[in-house]
């Protein structure tokens, strides 16, 4: 069963921007989709229109099969969504933001209550309950929102950068969060420009671009487009000049001691390495300069910017 | 169904009755403050010298229609400072992301507007007990128009919030619509002192048909037919809750 099912979905603000044209997207029960695209691609208007937020100018969006126009109640009821910027009454208790939205959902006061609790204690926030939201961390906020999102127990869970501004070590217990929300059986749509996020959690994705999609396939496939992957590498001894290699073309020394390779798909690292060494360059460490995602990423978006250019 | 939108109900009506409540020192303290001033100086102080009005000492004339004008201020103030501020600080998405019908959201700011209105009237009316003699003509009709009029209010405030753009919008319509047409709706005098020109002039103030009706409640007398003045608060609160309705059902000022 699809998740999420939009057809020709299409947003000119009234300014004259347009910012969807005309975009189709599918996602399956229970995946976890990434939505990417560089800012003002729409991914945010794509959002907003699904959760009710932002008025479409044509086109269709139905979530588990309900349109959001002729059963709005339905299809609203299964979604949760987690808003890029923070949106809750500042002034208000944390809990008291949770629960009223479970409210909202036509959840009653007593198990609304229940699953503040639930959602509060696994996201680390029951000892604030009690404290104003406005009095939390931003790492906090983001967890609020979270658990606001989910009190009602969503089927299809919309996360727009839910890591942004987090650190690495909180952003790493959100992943196993969100994983383990997915491993439930809650479909999981996440916008993010932290791309190692989305390529370490979601089977599937698509790129927005300028108002398009522009690509929507599996992770597999999409990083299979990477035919070239680049790398850095440290050396042991001082080199004065780039090295010449018979069989890479992209080589950038970065330093005295670090030199950069773009590798072509059908050679390894073995290939790079054993190269080297025949002129006497001893590689002690190494690392990816970029994920791979994020390779893609850049190709695929400059690709387009060229485009409309020219 | 009903039942999920009823929670909903309840669930705003209860956010924004603990809004309020939560801020009682700037919510309801101040209004029954200044209303404890207009009864000393108006009522006490240059009453004395007025002597009646309308057959009743002028400091009981004018003790309905100050009740009426804290229920009409403090029930637009309140929905139109909440809805505004939800506005601004977005989490007016926290409904809109909710399958809660446009019917509902209003039905609860309206609700929060007249609860807060009726509070603030309840409070003024125990004051006024310092400077006055308690009674009332026909409790039914002083509980229907506060009730009504706390409504219509309500409404007008959601609708100035909707359209307001700054926090300047929602203090322009109090300080130069509401305010002089209170004023000038018959608290402090009855409409049989102006000349038949601004007699006539004064009927097209619909604060007017509100704060006679209530007097009527309270003392029996009033310058306007009882279900003339219950006709044109109901008209003004259909006509007022219909735009309501049809400004959320657009989006008007909450979605792009």
């Known amino acids: 069963m699809l998740a999420l099912e939009i057809s020709n979905l299409h947003k000119t603000y009234a300014s004259g921007l347009q910012a969807l044209k005309g975009i189709d997207l599918q996602v399956e029960e229970g995946d976890f989709f990434a939505l990417l695209g560089p800012n003002g691609a729409g991914k945010s208007t794509c959002i907003g229109i699904i959760s009710g937020l932002v008025n479409r100018t044509r086109g269709n969006v139905r979530i588990f099969g309900h349109s959001i126009d002729d059963e709005f109640i339905l299809a609203k009821s299964l979604l949760g969504s987690v808003p890029q910027e923070f949106n809750f009454n500042t002034f208000e208790p944390v809990e008291e933001i949770v629960t009223n939205q479970a409210g909202f959902y036509g959840v009653p006061a007593r198990v609304a209550r229940k699953e503040t609790e639930h959602y509060l204690k696994q996201l680390g926030l029951w000892q604030h309950r009690r404290s104003q939201a406005r009095r939390l961390s931003g790492g906090m906020k983001r967890r609020l929102m979270i658990a606001r999102a989910l009190v009602h127990k969503p089927r299809l869970l919309i996360l727009d950068e839910p890591t942004a501004g987090v650190d690495i070590e909180l952003r790493r217990s959100m992943w196993d969060f969100m994983e383990q929300i997915n491993d439930q059986g809650t479909t999981i749509i996440l916008t993010t420009h932290y791309l190692e996020e989305a390529e370490r959690m979601c089977r599937n994705a698509a790129i927005i671009d300028q108002g398009d999609i522009i690509l929507n396939s599996s992770m597999k496939r999409l990083l299979k487009q990477l035919n070239t992957e680049t790398f850095v590498l440290y050396l042991r001894d001082h080199l004065e000049q780039a090295p010449q290699l018979e069989s890479f073309n992209k080589i950038i020394r970065l330093d005295h001691h670090s030199i950069e390779v773009e590798v072509p798909e059908r050679l390894s690292i073995n290939d790079l390495i054993h190269e080297l060494e025949t002129q006497n360059i001893v590689v002690e460490r190494m690392r990816n300069k970029a994920n791979r995602l994020e390779e893609v990423f850049v190709k695929l978006t400059t690709k387009t910017d060229d485009a409309s250019a020219a | ?256």
């Open chain 2, 1 to 256: 169904m009903l039942y999920r939108f009823w929670v909903a109900y309840l669930t705003i009506t209860r956010k924004e009755i603990m809004r309020f409540a939560r801020i009682w020192v700037q919510t309801i303290i101040p209004p029954v403050v200044m209303v404890a001033l207009y009864f000393i100086i108006f009522g006490n102080l240059i009453g004395q010298r007025i002597g009646e009005m309308d057959g009743m000492l002028y400091i009981d004339f004018i003790m309905p229609g100050l009740v009426m004008m804290s229920i009409i201020t403090n029930s637009y103030t309140n929905v139109v400072s909440s809805f505004y501020g939800a506005k601004y600080s977005r989490h007016i998405e926290e409904m809109q992301i909710a399958p809660v019908p446009d019917i509902v959201i209003l039905l609860g700011f309206m609700t929060g507007g007249v609860v807060r209105g009726i509070s603030v009237g309840i409070a003024v009316t125990l004051v006024s007990l310092l400077f006055t003699e308690f009674s009332i003509h026909n409790p039914l009709i002083v509980l229907l128009v506060a009730l009504l009029t706390s409504c219509l209010f309500a409404l007008a405030g959601l609708i100035n919030a909707i359209f307001a753009n700054s926090f300047d919008d929602i203090t322009i319509i109090p300080t130069f619509v509401l305010t002089p047409l209170t004023y000038l709706g018959g608290i402090f005098y009855s409409i049989k002192m102006l000349p038949e020109f601004w007699q006539q002039v004064s009927l097209g103030n619909p604060i007017l048909y509100m704060v006679n009706s209530f007097r009527y409640g309270f003392r029996g007398t009033s310058d306007i037919d009882l279900l003339t003045a219950i006709i044109v608060i109901l008209f003004f609160i259909a006509l007022l809750f219909s735009v309501s309705l049809t400004l959320l059902a657009r989006g008007t000022g909450i979605r792009q």
